[in-house]
Nanobody, 115 residues
Framework: QVQLVESGGGLVQAGGSLTLSCAAS????????IQWYRQAPGKQRELVAS???????FYADSMKGRFTISRDNAKNTVTLQMNSLKPEDTAVYYC?????????WGKGTLVTVSS
């Protein structure tokens, strides 16, 4: 059974940093791309960043230069380092993978950035 568990969220002041982690189990982790999404109150879920099995990275425009996604295939984890956080980064952050055309999601971790 595929499981994704996010951690690392919390309250931080604007300009601060947080590191989110996604721990995966139940699949051959190293062969799948992993995505981070976020959903702010009253808004649609949006893609934040993704990393392929080969380590190629993609970032949404508003995260470029501030967020860094990385993976450790030995530990079945993906991390999202978030720097220079802004109040508009406040959201629930979700880890996601697509396997055999099925979407798998974690329960999310809340990030709150105060001004």
């Amino acid at each position: 059974q595929v499981q994704l568990v996010e951690s690392g969220g919390g309250l931080v002041q604007a300009g601060g940093s947080l590191t989110l982690s996604c721990a995966a189990s139940g699949m051959t982790f190293g062969i799948y791309a992993i995505q981070w999404y976020r959903q702010a109150p009253g808004k649609q879920r949006e893609l934040v960043a993704s990393i392929t099995s080969g380590g190629r990275r993609f970032y949404a425009d508003s995260m470029k230069g501030r967020f860094t996604i990385s993976r450790d295939n030995a530990k079945n984890t993906v991390t999202l380092q978030m720097n220079s956080l802004k109040p508009e980064d406040t959201a629930v952050y979700y880890c996601n993978l697509v396997m055999r055309d099925l979407d798998y999601w974690g329960k999310g971790t809340l990030v709150t950035v105060s001004s």
